[in-house]
């Protein structure tokens, strides 16, 4: 009987494996939606060279700092990203600065990936290296790169 039934339950998509596959799936789903608008205040944060923490970050504070802020409106208009900030696990919210880094991090790996692989291709390249003193005698290194990339384009990344 229990065999029949499993039979039965599978068949019309209603067994308990099934149901929770599907629940995992709309997790994984959502997750990744959160984590995609996670990402892109996080880039438009850096494409405009704003900071993205503040003194006080605490839910109190008036200004909790330019991605909190900017997450915030965002939040006001995608019903997931408020449900996930005022709701979600602690350590799922990715709200931190340390988990800010480490994205910001992969990011930037991937930024150099794709420089690095142009270079690859390209008839021509061209190395500058600087090295300066900041205010506080520090020394700063400056590494750019000019090359012309496979379409015939002349590009100039800096690495540092």
Same mark, same amino acid.
């Given at each position: 009987m229990q065999w029949a039934d499993w039979k039965i339950?599978?068949?019309?998509?209603?067994?308990?494996?099934?149901?929770?596959?599907? #629940?995992r799936r709309e997790r994984i789903n959502l997750d990744e939606q959160y984590l995609k608008t996670f990402a892109e205040v996080l880039l438009l944060c850096s494409r405009t060279e704003i900071s993205l923490r503040g003194h006080d970050e605490s839910i109190e504070s008036n200004n909790r700092g330019n991605f909190l802020e900017i997450l915030d409106v965002v939040a006001d208009h995608d019903t997931l990203v408020k449900k996930r900030m005022e709701m979600?696990?602690?350590?799922?919210?990715?709200?931190? #600065?340390?988990?800010?880094?480490?994205?910001?991090?992969?990011?930037?790996n991937m930024v150099r990936d794709f420089i690095c692989t142009d270079i690859r291709v390209a008839e021509f390249c061209y190395l500058i290296a600087n090295e300066s003193k900041d205010a506080s005698k520090k020394e700063q290194l400056s590494i750019c790169v000019r090359y012309v990339n496979a379409n015939s384009i002349l590009n100039e990344r800096f690495l540092t």
């Open positions: 339950n599978e068949h019309f998509g209603t067994s308990v494996d099934h149901r929770l596959e599907t #629940g979600g696990q602690k350590n799922a919210k990715y709200l931190s #600065g340390i988990i800010q880094n480490e994205i910001l991090n992969v990011m930037g």
